[in-house]
């Protein structure tokens, strides 16, 4: 049973892909600068495992929109949502970008309806008090023309989310798993949405079900009821699953575009002046930007004050020594011992910066690190706290380590006036 319980399994989730699918359309894979594993999450098994839809697979931050015009109501389905995640229901398109309800199980970040642009940035956001109810980290979502319900919980919609109709449906999430199923639209005729792709499961399960069941027979009539050698023939079956599973396993990532294609991400390569490096990885390439205009690094080299000081900042994703100046872009994962390599071997003019994430850095580690930088005379910015306190503005994040274009838009705002001071 054991066996077939897995070959079954891989047998439903064998080449079943939401790029197989083709139902539904990556918002990460349409980036100018694109996002680590993104490619990653559509094309692997993971995202749709066991018939459901995993928006928090590879990093989380999935967005996802459904292709087909025909869209009904009622819509309903059963979301599961962990501790401290966020869910984001869209609605419909308008000429600026979609309309959609956030659902915060975050306790700093809020629930709300909300009109967001291509870029991330909220363009109104009205705050839901609403604590919702989940059992078992499971509630099922009802939405219709005038009301969303959550749970137990009604929210009522403004008129301007019923102006284009339902004409737009899409899922969001942020950087915890997050699992749709059961999703169904209209009444007649009820449509539902699967994210098992392979038809006929049941037939495969049964008639492999059957199949082994003869062996089995086989083997105990053969073995004259001999208990010692059925255990041993279950056990090879059994054993057999999990090499199932290894063939099962998750998907190799993609490269990192930076490590492939360093120069298309340089921004400006030909701009003269005095060279800054930017110590990092993909967030200061711009990893998220809809367009390289929107990345950090061209709003940086196109900052009037900057380009008036002829400074080049040049993103460097493996840090050498070298008598350039630099800005070195810390993480919550780094260590002292990688701070005080880089306050040894960078100039007096070296800039540290607190790299942001979507949740929280250790907070002893960033006072450690605050005191290091302070007493050994170098200027910090922390820019994880500025996008931290501007959370509620819109979609930060595409991964721990990329921005959107909005995200990126507040970040050259938490750098270009540090940077302008040091470099006067």
């Known amino acids: 049973m054991v066996f077939v319980w897995s070959l079954t399994h891989f047998i439903m989730d064998f080449d079943n892909t939401l790029e197989e699918h083709g139902l539904w359309d990556s918002e990460k894979m349409h980036m100018d600068i694109p996002v680590p594993a993104a490619e990653s999450y559509f094309k692997s098994k993971e995202s749709v495992k066991g018939g459901e839809l995993r928006l928090g697979e590879w ?4 967005q996802l929109t459904f292709r087909s015009a025909h869209l009904y109501l009622p819509l309903g389905f059963d979301l599961v949502l962990f501790p401290e995640g966020d869910f984001s229901l869209l609605l419909n398109a308008t000429p600026n970008g979609f309309h959609g309800v956030r659902i915060s199980r975050h306790p700093a970040i809020l629930s709300g309806l909300f009109e967001v642009d291509r870029s991330g940035r909220f363009l109104f956001f009205d705050k839901v008090n609403t604590k919702f ?21 009604i929210i009522s919609l ?30 007649d005729p009820l449509v539902k949405i699967k994210f098992n792709f392979l ?26 009821f001999n208990p010692k050698n059925v255990f ?14 290894f063939f099962d396993s998750k998907t190799q990532p993609e490269s990192f575009p930076y490590m492939t294609s360093p120069v298309k991400y340089s921004s400006s390569p030909a701009m003269d002046g005095e060279v800054i490096e ?30 008036q000081n002829k400074f080049r900042l040049v993103p460097v994703h493996e840090f050498k020594t070298g008598p350039e100046r630099k800005i070195f872009f810390l993480g919550s994962n780094d260590s002292e011992e ?32 605050s005191k290091l930088i302070s007493e050994n005379g170098f200027k910090l910015i922390n820019a994880h706290q500025y996008l931290w306190q501007r959370r509620s503005t819109g979609f930060l994040f595409w991964s721990e380590s990329s921005l959107t274009s909005w995200g990126q838009e507040l970040l050259y705002e938490a750098l270009e006036e540090g940077l302008n001071e040091s470099y006067e």
């Open 232 to 245: 041993w023939v279950l056990l090879a079956l059994a054993s057999m699953s999990f090499v199932l599973d």
């Open 133 to 153: 109810e989940f059992r078992n980290n499971k509630t099922r979502i009802h939405f219709d023309k005038d009301h969303l319900v959550v749970g137990n919980s």
């Open 59 to 62: 990093g989380g931050f999935n």
């Open 158 to 187: 403004p008129e301007v989310f019923k102006l284009n109709g339902f004409n737009f449906l899409g899922f969001r999430t942020g950087g915890k798993q997050t699992i749709i199923s059961d999703v169904a639209m209209g009444i």
């Open 338 to 369: 990688e701070l005080k390599k880089y306050m040894e071997s960078g100039d007096a003019n070296s800039i540290f910066v607190f790299k942001p994430h979507p949740y929280h850095w250790d907070v002893q580690k960033m006072e450690s690190f």
């Open 199 to 224: 038809e006929d499961f049941l037939a495969y399960a049964v008639g492999i079900s059957i199949f082994f069941l003869s062996i089995y027979a086989a083997v105990h009539i053969n073995f004259r």
């Open 278 to 307: 930017l110590i990092g990885k993909d967030m200061i390439f711009g990893a998220g930007a809809h367009s390289v205009n929107d990345s950090l690094l061209h709003r940086l080299n196109n900052s009037p004050r900057l380009k």
